[in-house]
């Protein structure tokens, strides 16, 4: 999923200077699911700094262009993958769309809002990518609007064996800019955890449900 190593680690040290992605792992957070985490990720921060913002911008550009090269329109995933395909888009020269969770409840009913053209390729853009269902979903959408989806890309992945066999079963490839693996590795390396809390980061990226009860 990750195809340059060493935009990866920039990406994941960028997330920790913003504080987009915070590791607690003895004052854990609680998910809306009722998770106990360690992590907090909220990649809309990085759209507050324009260095961070550009070099994710140029990152999912190239990584776009060398693996499936120039689409035809791009799709945000809404809220969190909007402004970013907005600004890929924008970098490529391309239409962009955008997804809803659901279908509007009035008006056209619209769950993919913009112009677009059956047949087309599109990549989807998301920001965090956890268990991949909500993307999954974006992707079906299009899919049933007569596009065809090369790939979703984001910014982030924690990496979960649930998202890796739901994209494997929906055939469609997934890539990231960088991930919980990179992102800790880092945070262990300029001393913001200990070698006891990677062990105990690293076990609830393995069993996140059962983690800390």
Known sequence: MITDIDNATKIAEFLLQIKAVKLQP???FTWSSGWKSPIYCDNRKTLSYPNVRTFIRQSFSQLILNEYGKPDVI???ATGGIAHGVLV???LGIPFVYVRSSAKKHGLGNQI???FHKGHNVVVIED????GGSSLEAVEALREGGLNVKAVVA???YGFDESKNRFKNAKCPLK???NYDILI???LENGAISNEDLVSLKEWRNVPDQWGK
């Open 26 to 28: 003895n004052d854990p």
């Open 75 to 77: 799709a945000g995933v």
């Open 89 to 91: 888009a924008q970098e």
């Open 113 to 115: 809002e913009g112009d």
């Open 128 to 131: 965090l990518i956890s268990t």
């Open 155 to 157: 910014i982030f992945s």
């Open 176 to 178: 990231v800019l960088s």
């Open 185 to 187: 590795e880092r945070s």
